[in-house]
């Protein structure tokens, strides 16, 4: 589930997967049902092709992933998904857990967790998401003026966990604990025909290790986290790490994100989001502010830009789904971001795009998503469940 050529490969097997089962277990159940009316499809493949299930109960769905990219090789993953109400009180928000682990041919490890949980009365929120990887990184260098093609590739071992553990003061605001652990372990630079002169080691390429501990403030009315159709989020955060470990490097970190979504008709929403990410004190390359991915400026290879300050807002318009269909949706998109060393104020860089939507859970109101993000040099393929922000 990236924008390499892994993830195009990905993205498009795992899409072709479900389209595949759902298409398939449909037409199966169609012929059984005129072969013989008394026969009956087991209960969870007719909750996963018709969502004939209660809008109450959980829903749960794991599919294989298969991908090769020169980095990997071949590559074979599983993704999986939960979704579900507080005791299956349908009147309380909407939660989810979402992973994905993977295994290449060069015996690369990968594990990604995302979720959102709600619990009694709304009052707590564990919001976070977990990366644990060995696998090559592409690096450009600092700043929005870095070459055309990346300048080294960095394998090594990263493990990043972010978790905001919040309680409900009002209706929609919420307060509480924000932490946030990077570690990244064993890197080694693999310079791409550069000359001596060029090859300029960044703050952290001997490995770094912090520690962000810090608060934040929610104002958040969302029902459905994963496909909001109207609504609002607001959140700033301040994270402070400090010198806790050997190989620790002081910095204070202040992150912004602003979302509003307007219904325009019944199945159309205009969804918009400015994005805020500002550090300052002794900043390692892993831990700048990193411009692209399946969220953001989609298009962009995370972290083709990177620096110390990053501003980005982008727009998008949903059809969720079309009118001519009960299932089958999209979506357009664009954006603007910058990076600086200051204020990103200058040198900003655009995206935009389109993709495709098909309602996997009709009563829960989640998607899955095929996005295909175009910018200057080039283009992105994501193919996640849940919409982008």
């Known amino acids: 589930m990236s924008c390499s050529k892994s993830g195009f ?12 089962s759902w298409v398939k277990l449909g037409a199966q159940q169609q012929a059984a049902a005129k072969k013989d009316s008394a026969f009956k499809m087991p209960e969870w493949i007719q909750n996963l092709v018709n ?4 809008a109450a109960k959980p829903r749960f769905l794991v599919y294989p992933t298969i991908g090769y990219s020169p980095e990997t090789k071949w590559e074979f993953g599983m993704s999986a998904l939960v979704v579900f109400h507080y005791k299956n009180d349908t009147s309380l928000r909407l939660s989810e857990i979402s992973a994905f682990g993977f295994y290449t041919q060069l015996k690369q490890l990968g594990l990604w967790m995302d979720h959102a949980i709600y619990g009694k009365d709304n009052k707590y929120l564990a919001l976070g998401k977990i990366r644990l990887q060995n696998y090559p990184l592409k690096y450009y260098g600092i700043g929005a003026n870095t070459p055309h093609d990346p300048v080294a590739v960095v394998p090594a071992n990263y493990y990043s966990v972010r978790e905001r553990l ?3 003061l009002g209706k929609n605001l919420f307060t509480g604990l924000e932490l946030d652990y990077q570690q990244l372990s064993k890197p080694s630079f693999d310079w791409i025909e550069t000359s001596v002169s060029e090859r300029k080691l960044p703050l ?41 470990f050997a190989e620790s490097f002081p910095m204070n970190s202040i992150i912004i994100d602003g979302r509003y979504f307007l219904p325009t008709t019944k199945n159309q929403v205009l969804a918009l989001q400015l994005f805020g990410q500002f550090s300052d004190g002794n900043v390692p390359f892993n831990q700048m502010s990193m411009m692209g991915g399946e969220m953001m400026m989609r298009g962009y290879y995370f972290g083709r830009y990177r ?12 059809f969720l789904p079309f009118n001519f269909s009960k299932r089958l949706g999209g979506a357009v998109f664009g954006g603007l971001g910058s990076v600086s060393s200051t204020f ?7 995206s935009a795009g389109g993709g495709l939507r098909y309602l996997l859970f009709p009563k829960k109101d989640i998607f899955t998503r095929f996005d295909v993000g175009f910018q200057p040099d080039g283009y992105g393929i994501y193919f996640y469940i849940g919409e982008a922000f």
């Open 307 to 318: 620096d110390k300050q990053y501003l980005a807002a982008q727009a998008e318009y949903r």
């Open 344 to 350: 990103p104020t200058e040198n900003w860089k655009w």
């Open 51 to 54: 969502d004939t299930g209660s």
């Open 166 to 168: 919040v309680y409900r």
């Open 204 to 244: 952290g390429s001997n490995g770094s290790r912090n520690l962000g501990i810090g608060w934040g403030v929610l104002w958040d009315n969302r029902h459905n986290v994963m496909n909001t159709r109207d609504g609002y989020l607001a959140e700033i955060a301040f994270l402070h790490y400090g010198g806790l």
């Open 9 to 20: 490969r990905r993205a498009v097997l795992g899409l072709t997967y479900l389209t595949v």
